[in-house]
């Protein structure tokens, strides 16, 4: 039995668990999902045929011609990977002018594994105590975290100078924050003061 204001039960939801962003933050695959509950959702097996694989496709946009509009080209995870993967994928007119346009490379993953890759990139749900890492005129390779760790790789940090004079003048900035950068990315880290005065 349910009782009220309790979260609405799982077994209630519309969705299927891979067809919801629950997927991008916390993903399961299908048997994990499965075991806790999860309705899971199965593609129906399309039935087309790959013209051409990942793999055979140009390493340039120049060597592509008008012909690769005609193609159904193959994923190069087959489908393999849990991204919800179709396998396959056609270029249309507007993406080939736009990589023409932009000299990019076509793609070698279908959409749905593309944008699976775009948000592997973002920062974790997490932060890090972190200091500002703006040391007057010039970033210093021996600044350190509250932890004690370098924050920065010394041959990034060697070639930076300030461009602006910030509030703290000649002297380190004192500002700590939360940052969702952990501390052994080699980016420098600015407090909102300190980006606002070099970056804005």
Request: proline share 8%.
């Amino acid at each position: 039995a349910y009782r009220y204001g309790e979260f609405p039960p799982i077994e209630l939801s519309p969705f299927r668990y891979n067809d919801t962003v629950a997927q991008d933050f916390y993903p399961l695959d299908a048997s994990r999902a499965k075991a806790e509950g999860f309705p899971w959702y199965v593609p129906e097996k399309r039935e087309y045929a790959i013209s051409l694989k990942a793999a055979s496709l140009p390493d340039t946009i120049a060597e592509v011609g008008d012909g690769i509009l005609k193609e159904t080209v193959g994923c190069a995870h087959e489908g393999a990977c849990t991204h919800k993967c179709t396998t396959a994928f056609r270029v249309v007119p507007q993406e080939l002018t736009f990589y023409r346009k932009f000299n990019i490379s076509l793609p070698r993953l279908c959409p749905n594994c593309r944008h699976a890759a775009r948000l592997a990139q973002r920062n974790p749900m997490k932060l890090w105590h972190r200091r500002c890492m703006c040391n007057s005129t010039q970033i210093n390779a021996d600044m350190k975290n509250p932890r004690g760790s370098a924050q920065i790789d010394p041959r990034e940090s060697a070639r930076y100078v300030n461009t602006t004079v910030h509030f703290h003048g000649g002297s380190p900035c004192p500002n700590e924050f939360e940052t969702t950068y952990a501390p052994e990315r080699k980016e420098i880290i600015y407090c909102e003061g300190c980006y606002n005065a070099e970056i804005v």
